[in-house]
């Protein structure tokens, strides 16, 4: 496998030959980095993004005072404050740039 340059999945260490199916290791790495996550919609106690296209979603939601991240209904955590509850969100979409649980 050359650095930096297009691999097969064999090089990936997928069993028998190499596929001649070529990955895009660049564009893999930049699609992880940012995420495919998108600013959907705010209100006073909502801020929601979504991954256009699909049904995933990430809501940060206001509630006695305190901002809660959810993930389809379920919670994810809590923060006290909206910056620390914005801060949360963006670490869960790094972490999760394909929108998994």
């Known amino acids: 496998m050359k650095r930096g340059g297009p691999a097969t999945l064999g090089d990936f260490g997928a069993g028998g ?12 790495a930049t699609a992880a980095a940012t995420g495919q996550w998108a600013y959907h919609v705010h209100t006073s106690t909502t801020i929601a993004w979504e991954i256009p296209g699909t049904a ?21 955590g ?8 914005i801060a949360f969100a963006e670490q869960y ?9």
Request: proline share 4%.
């Open 56 to 76: 995933a979603t990430l809501l940060l939601k206001r509630d006695d005072e305190v901002w809660r991240l959810q993930r389809a209904g379920r919670p994810l």
């Open 78 to 85: 809590t923060r006290s404050t909206l910056d620390a509850g």
């Open 93 to 101: 979409m790094r972490q999760r740039p394909a929108g998994g649980r």
């Open 17 to 28: 030959r190499q596929s001649d199916t070529l990955i895009d290791r660049e564009a893999a």
